[in-house]
């Protein structure tokens, strides 16, 4: 067997080898014991007793840092084993190396991204789960956060990715944050010999069969009097006055369905009371 050890292969003692395949053996299991335990750890942090004690998107941001933290260090404990790579280990267990190899290695658009991820986590502006719309173009449920993308899910049920630093410096509007009912507006245009008063309560009627529809007024306007769905006009047109409804839902989602459904009913129903919708038409005369 002590021969065996000391024979050389490709100027490589076998004994080098076997003591080299057992340490790089005891820090792949260790590197994965402890991902698997800080995974774990995170898991039960978040909740306790069947509670949620923790925000979901702050865990899911800092489980990522913490492993990759892991990963690094048993890269460097991996590197030290190799005769020659001790500096490079030493360097990357330091601080200052971390730092100057992440400077080296990453781009500074990279950079900007992680920023960008650690500002979002902590200013809080959404979380995973929230309805947003970015810079009025792009709407969806924030999926994930990662260091580099949010991921955002939209209508069509496609992935949207959006670098950190981009939607860090983006317009939101988070359908999620705060009270999350939504007033939906149901504009429909109606003739100039048209009963407005007629038409106003004929909208009104439709608007208040929805089933998603919820009273949004306060005690003081319930006190006095104030109608549930208030419609005025809006608009004296080219060739139709504007009537719009304020009809509120529960979420965003709602808002838009409901929306959806009432454009479809009240104009049925205005073609049973006989209540013109206009629209424009040209003649042509044939000479």
């Known amino acids: 067997m002590e021969e065996i050890l000391n024979t050389v292969i490709f100027g490589v003692s076998v004994r080098w080898l076997v003591g080299f395949a057992i340490k790089g053996a005891i820090i792949y299991l260790f590197v994965r014991i402890l991902t698997g335990v800080t995974k774990y750890l995170f898991r039960r942090s978040m909740q306790r007793q069947g509670k949620i004690v923790l925000d979901e998107t702050k865990v899911s941001f800092m489980r990522r840092i913490v492993i990759t933290a892991i990963y690094i260090i048993g890269i460097a404990a991996f590197l030290s084993l190799i005769p020659g790579m001790e500096k490079v280990s030493n360097s990357i267990l330091a601080s200052a190396g971390i730092v100057a190899m ?58 949207i990715l959006i670098p950190n630093n981009k939607i860090n410096s983006s317009t939101i509007i988070n359908s999620s944050y705060g009270d999350t009912s939504t007033c939906a507006f149901v504009e429909v245009g109606v003739s100039y010999t048209a009963d407005l008063d007629r038409a106003i309560d004929t909208m009104r009627d439709e608007v208040m069969k929805h089933p998603m529809l919820i009273d949004h007024r306060s005690d003081a306007e319930k006190e006095g009097g104030a109608p549930q769905v208030v419609i005025r006009v809006t608009n004296l047109g080219d060739s139709a006055i504007t009537l719009r409804a304020w009809a509120w839902a529960a979420t965003a989602g709602n808002a838009f369905a409901m929306k959806c459904d009432l454009l479809k009913s009240i104009k049925e129903r205005f073609d049973r009371e006989n209540i013109e919708i206009p629209y424009p038409y040209i003649n042509v005369v044939k000479a």
């Open 102 to 159: 992440a400077v080296g290695l990453a781009s500074q658009d990279a950079l900007s991204n992680v920023v960008g991820g650690m500002f979002i986590i902590f200013s809080h502006p959404f979380k995973l789960g929230d309805f947003v719309e970015v810079d009025s173009v792009i709407k969806g449920t924030v999926m994930e956060i990662t260091l580099r993308h949010t991921v955002i899910r939209d209508a069509e049920n496609r992935m």
